[in-house]
């Protein structure tokens, strides 16, 4: 039996491309945040879905400055907080709840961002440990309602990788020390800064746009 070299190699070739080109991002719909063009965003406290207590805080305390970099007035956190409390919203779960309109009624902000943390803290494998970051946002227009944009991103401190010589005592070693820092220190506390940086920096494929603030405002 005959086999065709050439078409075998082209075949080859184009399996091969095939995995090596990745999937580009489908472009976001940003028409209703061309409408809406929000100057003000009102940060609330993110709602926090892992066993972390620290996270919600962790997280807020590090979303205000990709934001004003990226070109919007953004109200202080701190203050944004005790308001609520101070109207009778405790807990991110009621402020969530609360409709658009009345956080505009007290704020007079045109978006709110609504922050989902789905993983804080420490994460364990035999030969590994890393601080682990993840979460969702979407920001909303407070006098229509309308979901302007979604984002989600991760971040942790193993990305580079980890090196323990080759040892498996060593990697487990290692992986136990780690496990340790990571969970004393509160080593997802500056994870969340790059997580928050990731999730609300303009400039990158499907980030939120630039603000008014931005010498790129109104150039995407």
């Known amino acids: 039996m005959k ?7 082209i ?10 080109c ?14 809406s063009r929000p100057h003000s965003i009102v940060i609330l406290p993110p709602l926090n879905q892992s066993p972390d ?11 205000t ?9 953004v109200l202080p956190v701190a203050l944004v907080d005790e308001t609520f409390k101070q109207n009778g919203l405790a807990s991110p779960d009621d402020i969530h709840a609360t409709a658009p309109a009345k956080i505009k009624e007290i704020f007079g902000a045109d978006a709110a961002l ?8 420490a994460v364990y ?4 440990s890393a601080a682990v970051v993840t979460a969702n946002a979407k920001l909303v227009d407070l006098k229509s309602g309308s979901v302007l944009w979604e984002g989600r991103a991760t971040a942790s401190n193993n ?9 498996l005592i060593g990697a487990l070693v290692a992986a136990a020390v780690k496990q340790i820092i990571n969970s004393v220190a509160d080593a997802a506390h500056p994870v969340a800064g790059i997580t928050s940086q990731r999730l609300l920096g303009a400039g990158h494929p499907n980030a939120i746009l630039f603000g008014p603030r931005s010498v790129n405002y109104a150039k995407d």
């Open 53 to 63: 207590v620290k996270a919600t805080y962790s997280m807020l305390s590090q979303m």
């Open 114 to 121: 609504y922050v989902t943390i789905t993983q804080y803290g």
């Open 11 to 20: 075949s080859l070739l184009t399996a091969l491309l095939a995995v090596g």
């Open 65 to 73: 400055y990709p934001l004003a970099e990226a070109g919007y007035y």
């Open 125 to 128: 494998s035999v030969l590994n």
């Open 3 to 9: 086999v065709n070299y050439l078409k075998l190699g």
């Open 159 to 167: 990305e580079g990788g980890n090196n323990s010589g080759g040892s």
């Open 22 to 35: 990745a999937t580009p991002p489908t472009p976001y719909d940003f028409s209703e945040f061309k409408k």
